[in-house]
């Protein structure tokens, strides 16, 4: 009985034995080597078309023109082009918070109606797709009292943040050819609009 027993012990413990050293030797049967590292798509730079997202990332569901930031940059750069064309000498204008004009209310978009109005300006990454996008930029510190026209501190304007899926382009890992990059998926806050709130008060 004691020798069945004896047996039966070595046997388990040499069975643990023998799947340790396995599992060290698969860890060290090569250095530097990544196992455990999943499937990367690396593409060159005549795969990936200017603009465009790589194909690995494109499906019906996945359609990035969903997003107000991303519509609205054609509108934006035609705007710039006509200014352009125009020849408007002008400086850049540091932000300034407008007067309501009620007037011409029904005639604006709704971030000039707006008592926490806000403009549009193109963010650009190049290591980003999309590369081009509208970021919402708030015109007053305070909000336009609907009363005077004219800006009040006793309100706050914030921005509205949209979380926004984006591919964020990388180097492909070693040992991928020279040149090779590969696209990652990140999600960033993006500005879309401004609101008016109550100042934040200390206790």
Same mark, same amino acid.
């Given at each position: 009985?004691?020798?069945?027993?004896?047996?039966?012990? %070595?046997?388990?413990?040499?069975?643990?034995?023998?799947?340790?050293?396995?599992?060290?030797? /698969?860890?060290?049967?090569?250095?530097g080597a990544h196992p455990h590292l999943p499937h990367v798509h690396c593409y060159s730079a005549g795969e990936l078309q200017d603009g465009e997202a790589p194909a690995h990332f494109?499906?019906?569901?996945?359609?990035?023109?969903? !997003?107000?930031?991303?519509?609205?940059?054609?509108? *934006?750069?035609?705007?710039? $082009?006509?200014?352009?064309?125009?020849?408007? /000498?002008?400086?850049?204008?540091?932000?300034? %918070?407008?007067?309501?004009?009620?007037?011409?209310?029904?005639?604006?978009?709704?971030?000039?109606?707006?008592?926490?109005?806000? &403009? !549009?300006?193109? $963010?650009? $990454?190049e290591n980003r797709y999309p590369r081009k996008l509208a970021f919402a930029e708030c015109l007053c510190d305070g909000c336009v009292d609907v009363k005077t026209g004219r800006e009040?501190?006793?309100?706050?304007?914030?921005?509205?943040?949209?979380?926004?899926?984006?591919? &964020?382009?990388?180097?492909?890992?070693?040992?991928?050819?020279?040149?090779?990059?590969?696209?990652?998926? $990140? !999600?960033?806050?993006?500005?879309?609009? %401004?609101?008016?709130? *109550?100042? &934040?008060?200390?206790?």
């Open positions: 009985m004691c020798v069945q027993v004896c047996v039966n012990v %070595c046997g388990w413990l040499g069975a643990l034995a023998l799947l340790s050293a396995l599992a060290l030797c /698969r860890c060290l049967r090569r250095p494109v499906s019906r569901s996945l359609r990035w023109d969903h !997003y107000v930031p991303v519509q609205l940059v054609p509108q *934006l750069e035609r705007l710039q $082009d006509e200014a352009r064309r125009r020849r408007r /000498r002008r400086h850049h204008r540091e932000r300034a %918070c407008p007067a309501l004009q009620l007037r011409a209310g029904l005639r604006s978009e709704p971030n000039e109606r707006s008592i926490s109005p806000w &403009r !549009y300006r193109i $963010d650009e $990454d009040t501190t006793s309100l706050n304007s914030v921005a509205i943040h949209q979380t926004m899926m984006v591919l &964020r382009r990388k180097p492909c890992p070693r040992p991928s050819g020279p040149g090779l990059v590969t696209f990652e998926v $990140d !999600y960033i806050k993006v500005p879309v609009g %401004c609101t008016c709130v *109550l100042p &934040r008060t200390g206790r």
